[in-house]
């Protein structure tokens, strides 16, 4: 599993292999999320490792967050792949297959 980051105002999805299948972990990172403030809601889910976190971004900012969870360790950006990424690759790969299944017709 790799780290994985989709944001949109409002909305933040994280995902951590430090999490994952680790309740001290993820009950650390709610309890660290719940005192940001402008946070309204956070859910952890320790089978995908998966951390939703629903905020007010008039009172703070998806980095902020992010910047929360690297400094103690529970993340990390560098290796965060981002929705835009994944979608890319997905569609790259579903394009490389259609290109094989042309060519072997042709």
Do not use: C, W
């Amino acid at each position: 599993m790799s780290y994985y980051l989709h944001d949109v105002p409002g909305r933040l999805r994280m995902k951590s292999p430090s999490i994952r299948k680790n309740r001290d972990a993820a009950d650390k990172v709610e309890q660290l999320i719940r005192k940001a403030q402008g946070v309204d809601k956070v859910a952890v889910n320790l089978v995908t490792g998966s951390v939703l976190i629903n905020y007010d971004p008039r009172i703070t900012r998806h980095g902020a967050l992010v910047a929360l969870l690297q400094e103690n360790g529970y993340f990390d950006s560098s290796k965060a792949t981002t929705n835009d990424l994944y979608m890319h690759q997905a569609a790259s790969k579903v394009s490389a297959f259609a290109i094989d299944v042309i060519t072997t017709f042709i």
